[in-house]
T-cell receptor, first 114, second 111 residues
Framework: GAVVSQHPSRVICKSGTSVKIECRSLDFQATTMFWYRQFPKQSLMLMATSNEGSKATYEQGVEKDKFLINHASLTLSTLTVTSAHPEDSSFYIC??????????FGSGTQLSVL | EDKVVQSPLSLVVHEGDTVTLNCSYEVTNFRSLLWYKQEKKAPTFLFMLTSSGIEKKSGRLSSILDKKELFSILNITATQTGDSAVYLCAVEETSGSRLTFGEGTQLTVNP
């Protein structure tokens, strides 16, 4: 069964609004979670590394004020797309590692900004 | 900067064919190479490779890593239409589980 839960799976919003995406590790504690973005027919691009209890580490070119990441507990990281615009429409996926195992991915969130 | 290159980018075969997907990489502090299958949503894990020359096998799928030449291959034998997907290769660094993905290979298996 799923070990990383992501919600919502799909969201449609108006331009200028903010959208929050949640990523939960279901049966383990994750001090680090990762947020990826994927445009159609392109690969996953790492956006940021979410660290529990500290600031996220953003990849080059990713606006930290636009994509707010909060890792408030060992099982929950949130990504908030602030003042969303149509160009932010994309597929967002989180992942987390359970111990020394492989990374587990959430089911992804398809964001459509009108 | 870490780099992962997959080839071919797209492949169309008939059921029953055998396919080989390629992945070459450049990474500063290599920890592992991973293969994922992505259909409509999130990637699903296939293999994790850390040692050279040891083939990993799961049913009709197998994969091997060459750390000297910095590449890996994913083989699928007796392909089925359900194998149609994007196959992603990713390399992981020793520091912090950061993954760098390749562009993926879009495999289409026709009946």
């Amino acid at each position: 069964g799923a070990v990383v839960s992501q919600h919502p799976s799909r969201v449609i919003c108006k331009s200028g609004t903010s959208v929050k995406i949640e990523c939960r590790s279901l049966d383990f504690q994750a001090t680090t979670m990762f947020w990826y973005r994927q445009f159609p027919k392109q690969s996953l691009m790492l956006m940021a590394t979410s660290n529990e209890g500290s600031k996220a580490t953003y990849e080059q070119g990713v606006e930290k004020d636009k994509f707010l990441i909060n890792h408030a507990s060992l099982t929950l990281s949130t990504l908030t797309v602030t003042s969303a615009h149509p160009e932010d429409s994309s597929f967002y996926i989180c992942s987390a590692r359970r111990g020394w195992e492989k990374l587990f991915f959430g089911s992804g969130t398809q964001l459509s900004v009108l | 900067e870490d780099k992962v290159v997959q080839s071919p980018l797209s492949l169309v075969v008939h059921e029953g064919d055998t396919v080989t997907l390629n992945c070459s990489y450049e990474v500063t502090n290599f920890r592992s190479l991973l293969w994922y299958k992505q259909e409509k949503k999130a990637p699903t894990f296939l293999f994790m490779l850390t040692s050279s020359g040891i083939e990993k096998k799961s049913g009709r799928l197998s994969s091997i890593l060459d750390k000297k030449e910095l590449f890996s291959i994913l083989n699928i034998t007796a392909t089925q239409t359900g194998d149609s997907a994007v196959y992603l290769c990713a390399v992981e660094e020793t520091s912090g589980s950061r993954l760098t993905f390749g562009e993926g290979t879009q495999l289409t298996v026709n009946p």
